[in-house]
């Protein structure tokens, strides 16, 4: 571990690693909290999601009640779960012919708004009797 050609005492080196990964580990906590909180800081919009989702309306419905059968429904669906799909669609870890072109534009910011939109309609299941 140790390199031997260093010429710098062990106890000396092990004590500036410390400094180092210290300062690394602080370095990845502000890094980790500024990445955790920035969605929260912009804040997802629902209102402007609704604007956006004009360009799902014609597949997902802009109530997210599909329009078309092999579209899902996204109302009601999570916030959480439809920024996963598209930015799988968008990254290309997901592919479909229509939504990975679709999501292929999107910014964070959008889609945030639209899962926000998407997760804000209420809907209500009824089994069958
Ligand atoms: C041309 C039709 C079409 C349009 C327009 C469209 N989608 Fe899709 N979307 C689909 C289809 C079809 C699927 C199912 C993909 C599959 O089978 O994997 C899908 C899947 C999804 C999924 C994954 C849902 C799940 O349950 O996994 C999300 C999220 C989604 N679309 C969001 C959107 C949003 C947001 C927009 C508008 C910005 C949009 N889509 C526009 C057709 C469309």
Redesign the pocket.
């Known amino acids: 571990m140790i390199p031997k050609t260093s010429g710098r005492p062990p106890a000396l080196w092990k004590h500036h690693a410390t400094r180092k990964t210290r300062a690394a580990y602080s370095t990845i906590t502000v890094l980790a909290s500024f990445l955790a909180m920035s969605p929260v800081a912009q804040g997802a919009d629902p209102a402007e999601?609704r604007k956006?989702?004009t360009?799902?309306?014609?597949?997902?419905g802009l109530d997210g009640i599909?329009k078309?059968p092999?579209?899902?429904?996204?109302a009601g669906?999570s916030q959480i779960?439809?920024?996963?799909?598209?930015k799988a669609?968008r990254s290309g870890k997901?592919?479909?012919?229509?939504?990975s072109?679709?999501?292929k534009n999107?910014t964070d910011q959008?889609?945030s708004d639209?899962?926000a939109?998407?997760q804000s309609i209420e809907i209500t299941a009824k089994m069958p009797e």
């Open positions: 999601g956006l989702a360009q799902c309306k014609t597949c997902h599909a078309i092999i579209a899902p429904n996204l669906e779960y439809i920024e996963k799909q598209l669609f997901r592919e479909h012919e229509m939504m072109l679709v999501a999107l959008q889609i639209l899962a939109w998407y």
